[in-house]
């Protein structure tokens, strides 16, 4: 999938998807493919998703996606993707040790 076209018209439901990055709009198109049947998977450069939001708020939004299966992977990085016959391998990293300023 391309572009917002290609997600909103999308005949097909993905088993698995990849969410990169914990922002507030990835998490909820994330949200929306759950409930379709996807299982989405989030990889996020920080310790937490959602920065800006408030602690609680953040850990009370968390738990609510982890009823909906959704799976986390924290404090990692995308380093590379290669299209495959079947979809797209991701490569990720530890994000330790790099600064984000």
């Known amino acids: 999938m391309g572009n917002l076209y290609d997600v909103v018209f999308c005949v097909q439901v993905p ?4 969410v990169i990055g914990g922002g507030v709009i990835g998490l909820e198109l994330g949200s929306v493919w759950s409930r379709l049947g996807s ?5 996020e450069f920080a310790k937490d998703i959602c920065p800006p ?13 982890k009823k909906q299966k959704f799976k986390f992977q ?12 079947t979809g797209v391998k991701l490569t990720v990293e530890p994000s330790a040790g790099v600064s984000l300023s």
């Open 74 to 85: 924290m404090e990692k990085k995308v380093v590379g993707a290669v299209k495959t016959a």
């Open 39 to 43: 299982q989405v998977t989030v990889i």
């Open 53 to 65: 939001m408030d602690a609680q708020m953040r850990k009370t939004f968390e738990r609510a996606l």
């Open 15 to 18: 088993k698995r998807m990849v």
